[in-house]
């Protein structure tokens, strides 16, 4: 053990005084190996968080890259070639700041949960979302029980995470398409859900929806990075909730997310 060798645990020798500390000893030492298996996973999420990052930047900037190249060349493309650069600028700044939400989130500092009403804080948001659906020519419904809904809420999180819900909600339907905006209380939860009647989601692509980078196959038409959900469900997780999707291709989409109800009593 002293090696560095956490697999192995002291045998019972018969007597008592030096059974009681290998005890000891073997609880500590089970400990310790939780705790090196924890780091090892902590260090492979951070590495793999980097080269994803590293990986989805290098796209815009090979692009970039090469109108560099066609403008010193042929400085006379200048003005063809502007806005398609300001196109890839935009997806690296996005990406960059997806980038930058994850990682606050996933460290967890400045959270600042604090008892609030669900339904008020909602109802805060409601109108944001009304107007972003009219200008893209949906319907939005948005429906809140009649009394308070008391939960811990971080008010940032939860518009971290329905700002994406419904980003997606209005992205992936066509216009003229009913978005449902639903606030609900069962025994232990509140429920949130975010409907639409769009595009749906294929049945192989739902197992991957959450993870970072991961987009449908079919939105190479439809701007985005492929991080809102992660930072959604990283934002719902961080209010202590969960998050799940429900799809059916061609009729729409449902996002479920449930936060523990506060006991008030
Ligand atoms: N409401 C929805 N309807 C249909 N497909 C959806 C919906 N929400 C998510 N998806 C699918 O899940 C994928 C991942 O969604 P996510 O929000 O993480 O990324 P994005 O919308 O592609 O880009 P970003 O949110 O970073 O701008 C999308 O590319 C899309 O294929
Ligand atoms: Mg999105």
Redesign the pocket.
Known sequence: MAGGNFLETVDRSGIIELDRLGEQFNRMVLYLRESFRSLAAERDTAQRFAADAAHELKTPVTTLRAYHELITENPERLKQVLPAQGRQIERME?IIS?LLQLANLSEGSGLMLQPADLREAIHRLAPVYQALAEDSGHHLTTTCPDSPVPVLLDQRLLELALN?LM???G??TPPGGQLTLTLQVDTRSAVITVK?T????APE?MPF?FERF???VD?QSIP???????IAREAVQRLGGTITAD?EAGRG?QFVIHLPLLQTQ
Request: aromatic fraction near 4%.
């Open positions: 996005n997806g994406n980003d997606n909600a992205k992936y639409d769009g595009k749906g989601i692509e929806i991961q987009r449908g939105t985005g990075t492929g991080l809102g959900l992660a799809s989409t």
